[in-house]
């Protein structure tokens, strides 16, 4: 095996676990991405006036600047399928990780984070693209999570995985060789709808994917 390509098929689930003594050790267990426990927090959000704010901000700053990034802040809504808000949910209910949070003891991601984690013996703690941009607190326009999503859930940055691009051709991010027996480079993470077109070679302009699930959805 020369490399290690990761493919998940869970977008937009999430989980968190202890950075010091035993990566191995949960806090909560890994939510995926139709769990509503977090509704009353979406509903509330949706209605605050925080958001009410934000989106008649980023209209005027649209109309002014013309920015495609304050268009899509105008408009943005926050929903279930969104791992911002479930973090939130653990973030107020889990007292561990409450604690924990202070003693920079805590490391959240989605699922890709925690394989790469455990596969390097918690060398990286990392994320790709694909998998951050589903999350609601990554912001796609300046390819970095958002500051003010992590300021409105009061949601640490220390917590964060580094985001990196889906194939990013690193020869440092390598399997351990206790699991494999040597050691191998894992070059490329990518989630979901986006994975399954590479799956199915879907390679070149005017490929097409589609998908029948509890939806239909054309790639």
């Known amino acids: ?18 950075a010091v003594e035993t990566f191995t050790s949960f806090y909560y267990n890994l939510i ?3 769990d509503l426990r977090a509704k009353e927090l979406v509903e509330e959000y949706n209605e605050s006036w925080c958001l009410w704010i934000l989106n ?19 408009v943005i809504k926050f929903m279930n399928a969104q791992v911002s808000l479930r973090l939130l949910w653990i973030l107020t209910h889990c007292q561990p990780v409450r604690v924990n ?27 790709d693209v694909s998998h951050a941009s589903t999350t609601g607190l990554y912001d796609p326009f300046t390819l970095g999570w958002a500051q003010w999503a992590l300021s409105l859930f009061r949601i640490p940055v220390s917590i964060l995985p580094k985001v990196l691009a889906t194939w990013h051709g690193r020869e440092d991010i390598r399997v351990d060789s206790e699991h494999l027996g040597r050691e191998i480079p894992i070059r490329a993470s990518i989630t979901d709808q986006s994975a399954s077109m590479y799956g199915l070679s879907c390679v070149k302009k005017g490929d097409i994917r589609t998908l029948l699930y509890e939806f239909v959805s054309d790639n």
């Open 1 to 18: 095996m020369a490399a290690m390509y990761i493919a998940t098929p869970f977008l937009g689930s999430l989980t968190t676990y202890k």
């Open 32 to 34: 995926v991405w139709n």
């Open 56 to 74: 008649k901000a980023c209209k005027l700053l649209y109309q002014v600047t013309r920015q495609k990034r304050f268009l899509a802040g105008s």
């Open 101 to 127: 949070v202070a003693k920079r003891n805590v490391l959240f991601g989605t699922l890709d984070t925690w394989l790469i984690y455990k596969l390097t013996n918690g060398a990286h703690h990392i994320t």
